[in-house]
């Protein structure tokens, strides 16, 4: 049965549908960069409450109605895929118990792309219905520098946008024409949410944005640093990219035909700072849990599952795998990992609220280990230059500043120089022959730093950008990195983890 609004009632008894009515559904957020992970968590909890007041009989959340927007003409696929089908998509939750949920979320109701029309979508912004803007711009979408903190304004894209403010191409020159606008025709200012894995997430956004905005226009600036919020947020669901055998699965299953349905673990979970400017959804009604102070939350999230995800992907790669889950049918990867977690990591993390961090670490094996879902290497493996300077650097300089034992944690490095080197054929394939593709907006820039043996750890480790300053100046870092790079290379990553371990001692 094709998905759309016409067909809602004939599909399969064991989905579950929209109980609101979709026609009274009122647009209230915007949300820039729609992919699988917006659709399985921030979308799946405004549907949940629309759901709930519908079910109440109040209508709760009826006119936070998310209009999906897309900078990139490479989402044209996706878009006209929900297009085609009123942007309704399944919401398809594959876990190893029988307790998972098919479900249709209906609280996207539009969809614009930048490229058909530039001032619809500031005209879009600009409006006085939409009060929250939110985004899933990916970690380097900020065009923060990690070596510095600062803004990279000398971005072509940058320029670009100062130089052409009415027919912007970035995500800030859209914001920043927007609130202009916003602040001529005296529309209050919207709160901007990030729902990306970024640590201090809402900082991050905040001080991209107003450096944008002062470079455009200082006065401008000073509107946005007085009027916008910009609420930190810890997020979290693993959610694969959907494949065809997850559409193929999904027709099979429950006989529905979605060109774009998004697959997910069943967990789910959001903490977010209370700081809106002009109103929210009742959020805290379907598991939303807010905060005066999201950092120990993020903070715990980002070292233990980001840094953990990092630390099995570039290693299972290499070994020859294609699914998290077969890093985790591997004894050596589940010991080393829960290693990683217990030793190098937690004592890093301060006391969390609400939270035992050995039962989370236990919850975050079981996740890891879900077969159901399939979550790719490839997924979790790609912009490794954005993501190690938020997940994993961090817990490393605090190892070195603590004279910790960096040898497990280094191992996650030397993973990644030789993931990136290839074998010398130039192929990139596992241990078993199974091929893997970098997918890296620097990929070219990363793998040229690897290419001559003799210079890898000078050229990787002195990336500042990625690497910061700490790493390459310590000696038992740099001894560390080496000794494991050129176990990874002769002794291939079995052995390797074997040593690390202490199983062939």
């Known amino acids: 049965m094709k998905l759309n609004k016409q067909n809602l009632s ?6 579950v549908l929209p109980s609101y009515t ?6 209230g957020i915007a949300h820039i960069g729609v992919g699988g992970f917006h659709r399985a968590h921030q979308a799946f909890y405004t ?20 209009c999906g927007v897309s900078l990139r003409e490479e989402d044209r696929a996706n878009f006209d895929a929900l297009q085609s089908q009123d942007f309704l998509f399944t919401l398809f939750e594959l876990g190893d118990t029988p307790d998972t949920e098919t479900r249709i979320i209906g609280s996207m109701d539009q969809m614009l792309m930048s490229t058909d029309n530039d001032l619809a979508l500031i005209d879009k912004l600009a409006s006085p219905d939409i009060r929250i803007v939110s985004l899933t711009i990916t970690e380097g979408g900020y065009c923060i520098d990690d070596s510095t903190g600062e803004f990279m304004s000398h971005l072509p894209q940058i320029q670009y946008d100062l130089a052409h403010p009415a027919t912007p191409k970035t995500v800030f020159g859209y ?68 494949s065809t055998a997850h559409r193929l699965q999904l027709h099979d299953q429950k006989g529905i035909d979605d060109a774009w349905p998004v697959v997910c673990e069943p967990f789910v979970q959001w903490v977010l700072e209370d700081k809106f400017v002009n109103g929210r959804p009742a959020w805290e009604k379907v598991g939303v849990q807010f905060t005066d102070d999201v950092t120990p939350y993020e903070e715990m999230k980002i070292k233990l599952l980001n840094g ?24 050596l ?25 050995e039962s989370y670490k236990d919850t975050l094996i079981e996740r890891f280990s879900n077969q159901a879902i399939a979550d790719q290497l490839e997924r979790v493996c790609s912009d490794g230059s954005s993501k190690f300077p938020k997940f994993t650097v961090p817990t490393i300089n605090r190892l070195i500043l603590d004279d910790g034992n960096l040898d497990r944690a280094s191992l996650v490095v030397a993973a990644w120089a030789l993931y990136l080197q290839g074998n010398r054929t130039g192929d990139f394939k596992g241990e078993n022959g199974v091929e893997y593709k970098i997918v890296d907006p620097r990929a070219d820039f990363c793998k040229a730093l690897v290419t001559d043996d003799v210079l890898v750890t000078q050229r990787l480790l002195e990336v500042e950008e990625i690497f910061g ?15 494991n790079l050129n176990s990874l290379k002769q002794l291939g990553v079995s052995k390797t983890l074997e040593k690390l371990l202490g199983k062939n001692a």
């Open 10 to 15: 004939q599909l399969d008894k064991s989905v």
């Open 22 to 27: 979709l026609d009274q559904r009122r647009q």
């Open 47 to 66: 549907d949940a409450l629309m759901n709930l007041g519908a079910t109440e009989g109040t209508g709760e959340g009826l006119d936070w109605a998310i």
């Open 175 to 242: 914001l920043c024409a927007a609130l202009s606008k916003r602040r001529a025709e005296g529309t209050p200012a919207f709160t901007l949410m990030s729902c990306d894995n970024l640590p201090h997430n809402g900082g991050v956004t905040r001080k991209a944005l107003l450096a944008f905005a002062k470079l455009r226009d200082p006065q401008l600036h000073d509107w946005i640093a007085e009027q916008v919020s910009f609420p930190n947020a810890m997020v979290d669901r693993i959610t694969p990219m959907t």
């Open 308 to 331: 953990s995800h990092l630390a099995l992907t570039y290693l299972g790669a290499l070994k020859g795998y294609r699914f998290v889950h077969e890093t985790m049918n591997d004894p």
């Open 333 to 357: 990867f589940v010991e080393y990992i829960r290693t990683y977690m217990d030793r190098d990591v937690t004592q890093q993390l301060p006391s969390v609220p609400g939270i035992d961090l």
């Open 469 to 483: 300053a700490a790493i390459p100046k310590s000696p038992a870092f740099v001894a560390s990195f080496e000794k």
